[in-house]
């Protein structure tokens, strides 16, 4: 049975930029001063263009594949083995990206809000929650993003623009930063907007699938954008040397910043009680994007049980690193090998389809 198409190209954008927007804006700054220094705004700005040409490759297939999941065309076009080799690779990618995402919400909120919890207890809260929710249908999936987009975003877009009051414009030049070597800093970048690959699974359940390239233009262009504003407000008040003390700059930036009038003068409490809602928006839908992945390549009807299924061992990579600094090492390799996945075999998969000139199914279409 085909799905049913009621996503909307708004309801996609919506969970595109929910999605992305999670966990790493903690670290952000700090990634990108670290690999370009003043030129770190302009980095953010070259991933995000490199994203969306990534992202062509996934679009392109969608529509022209509409009524299939990439599980369905991948075997279809590079043959049932290599397709299902890569469906579980993806599998393996996103349960690691999910575990990886889960430890650090919980060091962050052990390290800055309750360091008397059991590390364990955060993040299993965490994961439970998403088990919950993700055992819901991909209509129940649109709406919980839906409400939680402006939630996170405009409290977030408010403090962000409150504290550029007392930005440094200094700060920021020279603009190119350390030039060419700023390049070496694109994949990290890049890798923080991987969760766009959910892009792949909503595609047969639009109404406009064609309308697909829209929705991830303004999904990638709505997060690069709150990216750039996040790094050049933390580099115009702490400057760059200062940065690459902070462990997470983003958090220290809400630390500095107060509205005007003292009315509140500690906005960092606000910002982690949000922050905490993007990381469940985030792992939510890279649980739900694995969950759907396996029950197609699994053939089954249904996917609740998986949701249970998955939950010890995405708590055990959660668990796997030791310290801190050798779990933000893990998530920088495995980042990086996704985009392998995620945004570069997808155009090998199109590639050969053009060449083969693989036709889609035929029957009913899936809004029919």
């Excluded at 999670?22 to 980095?43: E, F, H, N, W, Y």
């Amino acid at each position: 049975m085909k799905p049913t198409r009621n996503i909307t190209v708004g309801q996609t954008t919506a969970i595109l930029v929910s999605t992305i927007i999670g966990v790493g804006v903690l670290r952000l700054p700090l990634v990108s001063v670290q690999a370009a220094d003043t030129g770190a705004p302009l980095l953010a700005l070259l991933s995000t263009i490199i994203v969306f040409l990534g992202m062509w490759g996934i679009v392109k297939l969608g529509s022209h594949y509409p009524n299939e999941t990439f599980v369905e065309y991948s075997e279809l076009v590079i043959g049932k083995w290599p397709g299902r080799l890569y469906t579980f690779t993806v599998i393996a990618f996103f349960t690691l990206l999910t575990g990886f995402a889960a430890r650090e919400f919980g060091a962050v909120v052990v390290t800055s809000v309750l360091p008397k919890t059991p590390l364990e207890v955060t993040v299993i809260v965490m994961l439970l929650m998403a088990v919950i929710f993700t055992r819901g249908d991909i209509n129940t999936f649109t709406y919980i993003h839906s409400f939680y987009l402006p939630v996170i975003l405009v409290p977030l877009l408010i403090i962000t623009l409150v504290s550029l009051k007392d930005a440094n414009i200094l700060y920021l030049q020279p603009i190119l930063g350390n030039g060419f070597k700023m390049m070496t800093g694109l994949p990290e970048i890049a890798a923080l907007f991987q969760g766009a690959f959910i892009l792949a699974i909503l595609i047969p359940f639009m109404q406009k699938p064609k309308k697909a390239l829209k929705a991830s233009l303004w999904g990638v262009v709505i997060s690069g954008g709150f990216f750039i504003m996040i790094i050049v407000a933390s580099i115009s008040l702490f400057g760059v040397e200062e940065i690459k003390t902070i462990m997470w700059p983003t958090l220290g930036l809400a630390r500095a910043t107060s509205l005007p009038g003292n009315t509140l003068q500690r906005l960092d409490v606000v910002f982690l009680a949000i922050w905490v809602t993007a990381v469940f928006t985030t792992i939510f839908s890279n649980y739900m994007l694995t969950v759907q992945t396996l029950k197609q390549s699994l053939r089954l009807q249904d996917h609740k049980a998986l949701t249970l299924f998955l939950l010890p061992i995405i708590f055990l990579v959660a668990m796997f690193p030791g310290e801190t600094i050798e779990m933000y090492r893990y998530i920088k390799v495995v980042g990086i090998f996704g985009l392998f996945l995620t945004f570069i075999f997808p155009f090998f998969i199109l590639i050969v389809a053009k060449i083969r000139k693989v036709p889609r199914k035929k029957g009913k279409g899936a809004g029919k």
